[in-house]
């Protein structure tokens, strides 16, 4: 048998629910100015030369690094969308629509970070944006997507196996970790 209280616990409980949905969170009216930008990733792939050498989606891995003693390789890294295509992230940073904006020089762009490899076996050096602006001259196909590109080199020091740790920042959390990469110098 319900009692009058428990029908009117009930009743409350039943309308709470109801207008759950409703209160707070992300809705279409509410003031996202302020809101920091965010990566949605679901993936990565990395190219050398155009070339995929390795890809994650989701929890789905194919290929690898593999490089040579003294060999030094240059990795290009795509970050992928849910739909499984390319993120750009100028367009998430809205760094096309600010380039020369001095309101937006202190907003925390995107950056990558590689870790958590075994440094007897392979050495890492990202690569910095300034350097790509001015080293692909040849490359020069007119596309202002190179401006902001991701990369890093990847050197073998000593034969083995190791994996490193791939992640998209944004200011200094990151966004995006990729599964671990496994890496093979021969």
Do not use: W
Request: net charge negative; proline share 3%.
């Amino acid at each position: 048998m319900f009692t009058q209280d428990s029908f009117i616990s009930r009743i409350l409980l039943f309308v709470l629910i109801s207008i759950l949905p409703f209160m707070g969170g992300c809705g279409e009216d509410d003031d996202h100015e302020d809101a920091p930008i965010h990566a949605d990733a679901d993936g990565v792939l990395l190219t050398v030369d155009g070339v995929e050498i390795y890809r994650q989606f989701e929890d789905k891995q194919t290929g690898s690094i593999a490089i040579s003693v003294n060999d030094e390789v240059e990795i290009h890294v795509t970050f992928l969308n849910h739909d499984e295509e390319e993120l750009h992230l100028d367009d998430i940073a809205g760094l096309d629509d600010h380039d020369d904006d001095e309101d937006h020089e202190d907003e925390e762009a995107f950056s990558l970070a590689v870790s958590e490899y075994d440094s007897t076996i392979i050495d890492i050096h990202l690569s910095e944006e300034d350097e790509d602006d001015g080293h692909d001259e040849d490359e020069d196909d007119g596309h202002d997507e190179d401006e902001h590109e991701l990369s890093f080199e990847v050197i073998g020091l000593k034969a083995g196996e190791t994996t490193i740790k791939l992640q998209l920042l944004h200011g200094d959390h990151p966004d995006f970790t990729a599964l671990p990469i496994p890496v093979t110098v021969q």
